[in-house]
């Protein structure tokens, strides 16, 4: 029985090695996994750095409202506050956005039976 105070991960470290050993035995399998590596790394830093930019633009609008008379404190927490909120809300935003996407491309054999289906009828 183990007593560590954090959940077994060794099915990681199996499926990992399954992985690596599969792709090892074809190179093809490898590169795709290569592949898609690479394009889920762009994807994340294309996302953090819009996010970033987002940031900055959220937190300079406690500076721009207080110019146009509105009377929001110009604190550093305040303008944190605002970056986080801003940058957040973009994260969140991607996400869904993706999801949509992705359960699109899932949902397309679906659409297909059922547009048959009424065609049929």
């Known amino acids: 029985m183990d007593l560590l105070p954090f959940p077994d991960i060794s099915f990681i470290k199996t499926t990992g090695s399954f992985i690596i050993d599969i792709a090892q035995n074809n190179p093809p399998l490898l590169f795709l996994f290569f592949f898609l590596f690479v394009m889920i790394a762009y994807k994340t830093f294309q996302i953090f750095f ?3 930019i987002i940031g900055v633009i959220s937190a300079a609008f406690p500076i721009i409202a207080n110019l146009l008379g509105f009377s929001i404190p110009l604190t550093i927490e305040s303008l944190i506050s605002f970056g986080m909120l801003g940058a957040l809300s973009y994260i969140v935003y991607s996400l869904l956005t993706s999801g949509g996407k992705v359960a699109k491309i899932i949902s397309f054999p679906f659409r297909l ?8 009828q």
């Open 113 to 120: 039976i059922f547009r048959k289906r009424k065609s049929k």
């Open 50 to 52: 819009k996010a970033f």
